[in-house]
T-cell receptor
Framework: DTAVSQTPKYLVTQMGNDKSIKCEQN?????MYWYKQDSKKFLKIMFS???????INETVPNRFSPKSPDKAHLNLHINSLELGDSAVYFC?????????????FGPGTRLLVL | AQSVTQLGSHVSVSEGALVLLRCNYS??????LFWYVQYPNQGLQLLLK??????LVKGINGFEAEFKKSETSFHLTKPSAHMSDAAEYFC??????????FGSGTRLSIRP
């Protein structure tokens, strides 16, 4: 009955590899997000999709490409991984893009690039 | 542009003592403010949110926060700390286009 789930939970890989992180929400929400949390716990939004359309794209390298096959899924593909990509990546979802809507977060994917 | 500042990256209190985690916000429009908690190796969980309905907001696990416009503050409190409250706490404000802008976090430690 997990609301927002992410796979994998842990990901260890070599520099230069390409990897994907998957996110699924079963809340019926229209909007999904990706956040990055660095080693100092600082959280910042990367992308947001509403009904499969990109609505937020912060200054993220184009090696990061989100894909939303349907409104319940938002996957994150990362090409040519770099050491600085090591972080925890959180997926989140909300019902709408109104100011009051609560965002529900997944458990996070801990990415370590060696 | 909206932003939040959390004062104190680490707060340590004794079990049973008052918990006070400070957050100040900056916003050109009436803000929507949140407190999230992150337990070790877990995701973020919403503690409470302010949406202008009431200035004193009660959340889960006995936490509450008071919105003070005159002080641009939204401090989080709990009357009596429990060992299970040890976690990272994030204050956040809703920015443009639905994105949430987080503070830098405050790690709460509880001494037995």
């Amino acid at each position: 009955d997990t609301a927002v789930s992410q796979t994998p939970k842990y990901l260890v890989t070599q520099m230069g590899n390409d990897k994907s992180i998957k996110c699924e929400q079963n809340l019926g929400h229209d909007t999904m997000y990706w956040y990055k949390q660095d080693s100092k716990k600082f959280l910042k939004i990367m992308f947001s999709y509403n009904n499969k359309e990109l609505i937020i794209n912060e200054t993220v390298p184009n090696r990061f490409s989100p894909k939303s096959p349907d409104k319940a899924h938002l996957n994150l593909h990362i090409n040519s991984l770099e050491l600085g990509d090591s972080a925890v990546y959180f997926c989140a979802s909300s019902q709408a893009t109104t100011q009051q809507e609560t965002q529900y977060f997944g458990p996070g994917t801990r990415l370590l690039v060696l | 542009a909206q932003s939040v500042t959390q004062l104190g990256s680490h707060v340590s209190v004794s079990e049973g003592a008052l918990v006070l985690l400070r957050c100040n916000y900056s916003s050109s429009v009436p803000p929507y403010l949140f407190w999230y908690v992150q337990y070790p190796n877990q995701g973020l969980q919403l503690l409470l949110k302010y949406t202008s309905a009431a200035t004193l907001v009660k959340g889960i696990n006995g936490f509450e926060a008071e919105f003070k416009k005159s002080e641009t503050s939204f401090h989080l409190t709990k009357p009596s700390a429990h060992m299970s409250d040890a976690a990272e706490y994030f204050c956040a404000v809703r920015g443009s286009a639905s994105k949430i802008i987080f503070g830098s976090g405050t790690r709460l430690s509880i001494r037995p």
